[in-house]
């Protein structure tokens, strides 16, 4: 929520206005520039996998539109990657060549990038520069693999949740029920 976003620390009031939203874009993305790296963190159940990839060189088309967000001019420019077409804006008032997830490469701080379907949508809603540190998830329990076999996990946990849950429901004479959860709608944001 912008804002909390000024404050130093959030308490459980800030906690419970942020519990109202639900978050579906639950990935950790760390890019190292200098070895152009980039590491993914994602749950899935009760693991938290992680992958590495280089970064991609995107091949941006450049546009006339643009529009004003969060006060700054932006400029318009147009993607297709991993099966999605998206269209950012970015601000070259900002001077950095980055943005949200692994978007990057324009002269200038993406500020939103939405696929066509309008399914994905990254939107900033406050820009503030102060020092502030990375939390990176190093524990043992993190389960290294790569993106293919990341892949082929979340689509199974798509189509068959009940294989990863772990919750137990007993009939009044406590036996166990065995139950069954239905599919989840599986739509990645890479379709490739």
Not at 149 to 170: G, L
Request: glycine share 4%.
């Amino acid at each position: 929520i912008e804002a909390h976003s000024h404050l130093k620390s959030v308490g459980a009031k800030e906690l419970n206005e942020l519990g109202k939203y639900n978050v579906t874009y639950k990935k950790n993305v760390l890019k190292d520039f200098s070895q152009r790296i980039f590491f993914v963190q994602e749950r899935i159940a009760k693991n938290v996998y992680q992958y590495q990839e280089t970064l991609p060189k995107l091949d941006w088309i450049l546009t006339k539109e643009t529009k004003s967000l969060l006060g700054y001019n932006c400029k318009s420019a147009k993607l297709n990657f991993r099966g999605r077409n998206y269209i950012a804006w970015y601000t070259t008032d900002v001077p950095k060549n980055d943005g949200p997830y692994i978007f990057q490469g324009l002269p200038g701080l993406i500020l939103q990038i939405t696929d066509q379907t309008g399914t994905f949508d990254f939107t900033a809603t406050a820009i503030e520069k102060k020092k502030m540190n990375i939390y990176w998830r190093n524990e043992k329990t993190v389960m290294p693999i790569s993106r293919d076999d990341f892949r082929k996990i979340q689509r199974n946990y798509f189509e068959n949740p009940t294989f990863f849950s772990t919750r137990k429901a007993f009939d009044e004479s406590g036996k166990e029920i065995k139950s069954t959860l239905p599919p989840k709608v599986y739509n990645p944001l890479e379709l490739e």
